[in-house]
């Protein structure tokens, strides 16, 4: 046990004070951070660049009225229309807009033409066309001499909520998520998920890199002469994991602080452009009876914590474990050439990419067949159960989970481990799969 815990200090240290740990673990969060500003800068910007349209309505159904933007300034003109392709850019102006008739009471469809001194984009093509076509309808009702405000109230907006949740009746049965809690827990399904999917990637090729270092270098040849090969390994993966579990938390304390100054740059109204104006009315209709942020943070911390914190560490770990341990095993096959390791590590990266895949479908039927099973498998479970927790899975199936991924842990660090403590003395040989399968009873 002492060896064991001299290498995974020796591992630990050597690696945190190293210049390149010390220069990604600092760079990572301020470009985090950059990044955030360079899209909150844009953001704020985007849409927002006016345009001086000008119309000519053959119909004269169109006014400026109706065709109002804060972006997007409207002038009427008589001259016409082949004159007016001519001259509008050099009259000052980005658009032409043509409507060449004056649609029928019954008609559904209208095609109505621009002309355009640069390639529009789609939000604001698809701008117009909704003003537009909110001015022709308004000029349908007035033909028909339809009450409009009649026709208003016909329009009926249905905000779909869970009954349970806000039920006195303790004995009613079911789920008491509301849709704000769904929405928070797919957001946060989605984010653990990938959490591990990187987390499997990065320090799983952490452990891969440092076994090759001590072979090729054979330093290997030197350590094993005072420590068997199983503990070296361990030692590795546990000191690796240590470093990971380091950086990790350095980088929450980082990109919490970085993006905390990077949105004092911003407000929240300088964000809003025409094309996100949608989506912030239906966050608005959901929180029709209260303020959406006091709403969002109710049902933030209405989540069960006690359950998805400590899953997810178990799982965070048992993740890490399993496919360390594999890493750890290839790196110990490779000698001089690198792309030895290709053909090995495609069946370790392949179940990570498929449990990545799956977790759509895992929050949008976190308690269906998929999930379930994905959750189950000890190969996806360390991606796709922290992708259930947010969704209140049973806990036996937690449980369950954490049981099967235990017994998994084990049997992967014993498999690796009879690969590494002879892979870690092949030299100059080409290893192939046949040859790895008798490494496995190799007896000693």
Known sequence: MNKLWIILKREYLTRVKKKS????????????????????????????????????????????????????????SDQEIDALKKSYIADGYDILLYLDEKPNLDQQRIDMYYFSKDKLSLPTLESIERRVSRAIRSYKVDQTQIDKTLLESLETS???????????????????????????STVLSYGMGFLMYMVIFIFGSMVMRSVMEEKINRIVEVIISSVKPFQLMLGKILGVGLVGLTQLGIWIILIIIIMTVVGSYFTPESMVTPETQMAMDRVQEMNQDGDAFANILKEFTALNWWLILPSFIIFFLGGFLIYSSLFAAIGSTISDDLGEAQ???????????????????????????????????????PILMPARLPFD???????????????????????????????IFMYGKKVSWKELSKWLFYKG
């Open 21 to 76: 740990f010390i220069l990604v673990t600092l760079l990572t969060p301020l470009g985090i951070g950059l990044i955030a500003f360079v899209a909150g800068y844009f953001a704020s910007k985007a849409g927002k660049t006016e345009k001086n349209i000008i119309v000519k309505d053959e119909s004269r159904i169109l006014n400026a009225e109706n065709l109002s933007s804060t972006y997007m300034q409207f002038t009427f």
């Open 158 to 184: 249905v905000n779909l909520e869970n009954g349970i949740a806000s039920d006195s009746d303790e004995e009613t049965e079911g789920s008491k998520a509301s849709k704000v809690s769904t929405i928070i």
């Open 343 to 381: 053909q090995f590590m495609l069946p370790i990266i392949v179940p990570v990419i498929i449990a990545f895949v799956m977790i759509p479908a895992v929050f949008n039927d976190p308690d269906g067949p998929i999930a379930i099973f994905g959750s189950m498998f000890p190969l996806f479970s």
């Open 393 to 423: 899975p049973p806990v036996w199936q937690v449980l369950l989970s954490i049981l099967i991924l235990i017994a998994s842990i084990i049997f992967f660090i014993w498999l690796a481990a009879r690969i590494y403590r002879v892979g």
